[in-house]
């Protein structure tokens, strides 16, 4: 039963309706500073807590709270005979809820300028000390840290006279991150403002069980960042299908964010296989996106994950009859589409992602190793200049083309290697790439280029145009734009490009070589543009 609370908050969001609500109830209300005078203007009737201790605030209001009157009122076992006694001997009464929010010191913090004095004077003492007694003595008392929490308190109160147990002991785990995370935030602030120390501190909730690790036999789980929002597979809901696997939410997260590269401009599909997208296209239609981007590699997208940037609909759900597929990732689903997959395997995992088109909110990327965690800036961009270095003078009309080429290569991991196409007016496929291999010119001439032509091969069968194969893949490929994530150290790349027939290259350049490599391009009748911007991923 709530019959006494304690209300002192900074943030005074909602805090009046809740007295309100609190007093409607018969509940007697305690409180501080600013937080009672609030109250009174609004007509509320307040208890000063220097009324309760017999002290007035002091030092500035620096303590005001921290008094057995207080604490004794909020740490007393109910049902233990000894610790009633001493509250009844001791004219301690009990505090039944407290209601409490601390000090700006994050927000203080982040100001341009801040000094050291003004961030000091924003660490709560007493809010943090009030919210752990609260939540450590959770089976009698109701702890309160966000003010998005006071209505549905209320409604539990109205309802029945109490908070519920369940709902006490969800509050308190509340506050106690809450606390947490506050002092986490001084820690940060602190160790470099006096020790000049960068500390990291993470905030990771709600661990789920996954299926298994990278392979059967390791356990694997998926912690949600607190506090994180946007397009992010967190915020994904799963509409069908089995459980997710470590290597499912590698793959899926590698889909979403090269899905993403391509804007919004044109329908567009990413199709991922053990964290490389191995098909990528746009199109003027979602059927038209995925089927080029399964020509990038139809051998590699069996039990790949496909990333659409548009909401899936029936025409390309029916293209993925007979084709087994791991997951797909969208914005939404139509109705019929998703009744189609559902009933195209019970295993087949949907997820639905309404935030996907929204802008990263993330800003820094993480990567355990073994005894430390590294951090680093997200790759943003995909050119820093465009310079043609070479005789050969490089389209303006590849622009596009180009670019697009770019986006796909600093999803590929390095050493990556891009060749696209445009199949129709406007719209783009990356026909083939050659990644993660230890040397650059085996990612051209063992991959890129070979998988290029196992794919036209494909295309060739299937649309029967009327010319030889040989001749085919000579026109195609000399329309094609390859982009590599790196300087050519050597200019062999060159030369295994034009042996491809491929006359126009992307590279960041700034290899001791350049000279060299500009050379062999102008001999063999290649252009090229130097973009300035390396895309490593590792």
């Known amino acids: 039963m709530v019959k006494r609370a304690l209300l002192s908050v900074s943030d005074k969001t909602g805090i009046v309706d809740f007295a309100r609500g609190l007093e409607k109830l018969d509940i007697q209300i305690i409180s501080t500073g600013g937080t009672a005078r609030i109250l009174r203007d609004a007509g509320v009737e307040v208890t000063d807590v220097s009324e309760v201790t017999g002290f007035p605030e002091m030092m500035g209001g620096r303590v005001k709270t921290l008094h057995p009157m207080i604490h004794g009122g909020i740490l007393s076992v109910r049902d233990d005979h000894d610790h009633m006694g001493e509250a009844e001997k001791l004219n301690v009464e009990l505090i039944d809820l407290v209601a409490v929010n601390l000090y700006p010191f994050e927000i203080t913090v982040s100001k341009e300028g801040v000094l050291l004095e003004e961030a000091i004077e924003n660490i709560d003492i007493g809010g943090p000390t009030m919210l752990r007694s609260a939540a450590k003595n959770f089976k009698y008392v109701t702890v309160v840290c966000d003010p998005g929490d006071y209505g549905s308190i209320l409604k539990e109160l109205r309802s029945s006279g109490i908070v519920s147990q369940e709902t006490r002991e969800a509050l308190a785990v509340k506050a106690f991150r809450h606390t947490a995370d506050y002092d986490a935030t001084i820690d940060t602030y602190l160790s470099k403002a006096l020790l000049d120390e960068e500390v990291l501190r993470m905030n990771f909730n709600d661990g789920v069980t996954l299926r298994y690790g990278e392979n059967w036999r390791q356990e694997a789980k998926f912690y949600t960042e607190a506090g994180a929002s946007g397009p992010i597979l967190a915020n994904a809901k799963q509409l069908h299908g089995k459980e997710l696997s470590y290597n499912n939410y590698i793959d899926a997260d590698n889909a979403l964010q090269t899905v993403k590269e391509l804007g919004q401009e044109k329908a567009a599909i ?57 997951i797909i990732l969208a914005p939404g689903f139509e109705p019929d589409a998703l009744e189609y997959l559902k009933n195209k395997s019970a295993n087949l995992r949907l997820l639905e992602l ?15 190793v073994l005894g430390g965690m590294l951090k680093q800036t997200r790759n943003i961009g995909i050119y820093e200049k465009w310079e043609t270095v070479t005789e050969k003078p490089y389209p303006d009309e590849l622009r596009s083309l180009s670019e697009f080429c770019l986006h796909a290569c600093k999803c590929v991991k390095s050493n990556a290697v891009t060749l696209a196409y445009e199949y129709d007016e406007g719209c783009y496929m990356m026909l083939s790439m050659g990644a993660g291999q230890p040397n650059r010119v085996d990612s051209i001439r063992k991959l890129a280029a070979t998988k290029a032509k196992e794919n036209l091969k494909v295309i060739y069968d299937r649309e029967k145009p009327d010319v030889s194969f040989d001749d085919y893949c000579e026109d195609i490929l000399s329309k094609c734009v390859m982009a590599s994530d790196a300087f050519f150290p050597f200019d062999d790349s060159i030369v295994h490009a034009a042996e491809n027939n491929i006359q126009y290259i992307l590279s960041p350049g700034g290899s001791i070589r350049d000279e060299e490599v500009i050379a062999t391009a102008n001999r063999l009748g290649v252009s090229m543009i130097f973009t300035g911007m390396r895309h490593f991923l590792h």
């Open 354 to 368: 309404p935030e996907l088109n929204e802008e990263f909110e993330v800003q820094e990327t993480y990567k355990y």
């Open 270 to 326: 990413a199709i991922v296989k053990h964290n490389n997208p191995c098909g990528l296209a746009t199109g003027n239609t979602l059927y038209q996106a995925l089927g080029s981007a399964w020509d990038g590699d139809p051998i590699s997208a069996y039990g790949s994950i496909i990333c659409s940037n548009t909401v899936f609909d029936l025409e390309s759900a029916e293209f993925l009859n007979g084709k087994f597929i791991e």
